[in-house]
């Protein structure tokens, strides 16, 4: 199971941009599906973007579709969310995941210890 460590959140303005990171280690990523998930205060956690392993389909909520663009690179074993147009209702803690399929298992999951993203109006 590989380790996830994200960066790149913080305060911005609305309209501004973010590009949050999420590098793996003690594996690749190579097989593993990826993607980022939000959590507000009082709510539960929600995807907001994923890529699937090889990266050939992705899926965005719908309240970020247009905005938002989840992205890999394998050679640096990290995958991104880049956040554009942000609107204070993006406001969140926000965790990469990363998730394989094991034979015979079911799914593997990893989690990073999460970035806080806050937009200001």
């Known amino acids: 199971q590989v380790q996830l460590v994200e960066s790149g959140g913080g305060l911005v303005q609305a309209g501004g941009s973010l590009r949050l990171s999420c590098a793996a280690s003690?594996?690749?990523?190579?097989?593993?599906?990826m993607g980022w998930f939000r959590q507000a205060p009082g709510t539960g956690r929600v995807i907001v973007a994923a890529i699937a392993w090889n990266g050939r389909t992705t899926h965005y909520a719908d309240s970020v579709k247009g905005r938002f663009t989840i992205s890999r690179d394998n050679a640096k074993n990290t995958f991104y969310l880049q956040m554009n147009s942000l609107k204070p209702e993006d406001t969140a803690v926000y965790y990469c995941n990363a998730s394989l399929e094991v034979v015979g298992v079911g799914f593997v999951r990893s989690w990073g210890q999460g970035t806080q993203v806050t937009v200001s109006s």
């Open positions: 003690g594996g690749t990523l190579d097989r593993y599906g």
